[in-house]
């Protein structure tokens, strides 16, 4: 993951955090105090990469609750 920037985009931010790209979306939408996405043109959209890492740090059990079912 390139750090220079301080941006990732959906599929460097799933495999960070361990979940789909969809779930990253999803997420985005839904919760509240997941780190919201910022549009840089038309097509292409980054998270910050500090807000990524305190949501991880505020939510570090997340990742341990939420098991994928085969």
Not at 47 to 58: C, F, I, S, T
């Amino acid at each position: 993951m390139d750090d220079t920037q301080g941006f990732i985009r959906v599929k460097e931010l799933a495999k960070y955090l361990g979940i789909g790209v969809s779930t990253c979306w999803i997420k985005s939408k839904h919760e509240k105090e997941f780190p919201k996405p910022r549009k840089i043109s038309s097509r292409i959209t980054v998270w910050n990469k500090a807000e990524v890492d305190l949501w991880v740090r505020r939510n570090d059990h997340v990742a341990e609750s939420d098991d994928v079912i085969d």
